[in-house]
Each structure stands twice: as C-alpha cells, then as structure tokens.
C-alpha cells in the first residue's frame, strides 16, 4: 500500500521527468537522465537501466544501453532469457515481488529482492524496456508501475521522432 509521501515522491519524480524530457536534445539524453534521476530519488530503485533491442539482430537480442546501479554480466540478453526477455517478448510490463520465486530471474546482484521491466515501444512494436531491481522485497505498487511506464513512454514517444 502506498503512503502519502510515497505519492509526493512520485508527483515530483514525474515533474523532473517531464523537464528532462523537454531538456533532452536526444533520446540517449533522456534515457541516461532518466535512469539517473530514479536511481537517486527513488530510495528503492537501486539499479535502473535500459536494454534496447539490437537492430537487425535475427534472433532478437536486447544489449544494456544507460544505467545507474552497480556493473552486470548480463549485458547482451535474449528474448527467451530473463524477466527482461519475458517483457520484451509479450510487450507487457512485467513485476515480480520475490525474485528468488521466479525461475525466469537472471541474477544481476545477490542483493535484488524483486524487479520490474517495462517495455518501450516505438511505432507500435517493441524497441527495448526499462528495468528496475530493488534490495527490497515487492519494491514495485502499482503506482511505481504507472511511473515506470510513463517514463518508458516518454522515451518511446522520443525515439519515434528520430
Ligand atoms: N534480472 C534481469 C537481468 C538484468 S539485471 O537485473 C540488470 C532478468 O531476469 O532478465
């Protein structure tokens, strides 16, 4: 259950995002400021990156673009691996609350408790996801969610405009 000051957090965290996305002369700008900003302010989001899909790359491959949060193996992932591959393949945001209950989990740290990817989409097709793992359990309420994705739109709205 979110609490009050939750709800604050979010509303200002979603204010920054909007002046990053006006800021941002590219989309690599808003993706590197964006995965920065929720790193710093939000206390729970303690790795947050981007994994965009490969262009051209048969079979589909996702490869680690911006990040904030500690360095990871997996820098090149498959659309059958992973919770990063489930999200991108089903084009859903996908959340899981104990990752050690998910036999589709990658391990990235030994401290992330659970997760969330959100998928970004261009022209309607899948184009990468933004992935959040927090040291705590069930880290992601639905109002987590719904910042998530709008940042993951904004982006997608951005790379559109290429
Ligand atoms: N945990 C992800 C892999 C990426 S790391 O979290 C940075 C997954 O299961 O796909």
Same mark, same amino acid.
């Given at each position: 259950?979110?609490?009050?000051?939750?709800?604050?957090k979010?509303d200002?965290?979603?204010?920054?995002?909007?002046?990053?996305?006006?800021?941002?002369r590219t989309?690599?700008?808003?993706?590197?400021g964006?995965?920065?900003?929720?790193?710093?302010?939000?206390?729970?989001?303690?790795?947050?990156?981007?994994?965009?899909?490969?262009?051209?790359?048969?079979p589909?491959?996702?490869?680690?673009g911006?990040?904030?949060?500690a360095?990871?193996?997996?820098?090149?992932i498959?659309?059958?691996?992973?919770?990063?591959g489930?999200?991108?393949?089903?084009?859903?945001?996908? $959340?899981?609350d104990?990752?050690?209950? &998910?036999?589709?989990? @990658? =391990?990235?740290s030994?401290?992330?408790?659970? #997760?969330? +990817?959100v998928?970004i989409f261009?022209?309607?097709? $899948?184009?990468?996801?933004l992935?959040? &793992?927090?040291?705590? @359990? =069930?880290?992601?309420?639905?109002?987590?969610? #719904?910042? +998530?994705?709008?940042?993951?739109?904004?982006?997608?709205k951005?790379?559109?405009?290429?």
């Amino acid at each position: 259950m979110a609490t009050k000051s939750d709800t604050g957090k979010i509303d200002e965290v979603r204010n920054t995002v909007d002046r990053l996305n006006s800021e941002a002369r590219t989309a690599d700008q808003l993706m590197k400021g964006i995965a920065l900003l929720l790193n710093q302010q939000m206390l729970k989001y303690n790795w947050v990156g981007f994994y965009m899909l490969e262009p051209g790359a048969n079979p589909p491959m996702l490869a680690l673009g911006s990040y904030q949060g500690a360095m990871t193996v997996h820098t090149r992932i498959s659309l059958n691996q992973g919770i990063c591959g489930a999200a991108a393949a089903s084009g859903k945001t996908v $959340v899981v609350d104990d990752v050690k209950k &998910d036999p589709r989990y @990658l =391990a990235c740290s030994i401290e992330t408790k659970s #997760e969330i +990817v959100v998928p970004i989409f261009v022209h309607g097709k $899948v184009a990468g996801e933004l992935d959040i &793992d927090s040291h705590f @359990l =069930a880290a992601f309420t639905d109002e987590d969610r #719904e910042l +998530v994705e709008y940042c993951a739109e904004l982006v997608g709205k951005r790379l559109e405009r290429k």
